[in-house]
């Protein structure tokens, strides 16, 4: 769900949003709804004792934390990438009609 947040709003809010602080601030708080209904649903689904749990009881998920770190990352990359494009497409010069 985090990676799904992170394709469909980083880059149109870094191109959209002329503000990159308003930008990553939005991104952040669609990041933070999505990471904390992710983890949640799959805790109940480890701790509905599911055939193929997300957790395993005693054990820390570090590799969970690496990957939805690494998403968030490249979520900022991408909102960075978005509002580069939006300030070089701003700059370019347009060809007026002599």
Avoid: K
């Amino acid at each position: 769900m985090i990676a799904i947040i992170t394709v469909v709003a980083a880059f149109p809010l870094g191109c959209f949003l002329r503000s990159r602080l308003a930008a990553s601030v939005a991104y952040g708080l669609a990041y933070l709804w999505a990471f904390t209904f992710q983890t949640l649903y799959l805790l109940l689904d480890s701790l509905n004792g599911g055939a193929d749990p997300a957790f395993t009881t005693g054990e820390f998920p570090f590799e969970y934390g690496a990957v939805t770190l690494g998403v968030l990352v490249v979520g900022f990359g991408l909102l960075n990438l978005g509002h580069w494009l939006r300030a070089r497409r701003r700059a370019t010069p347009t060809a007026h009609p002599a």
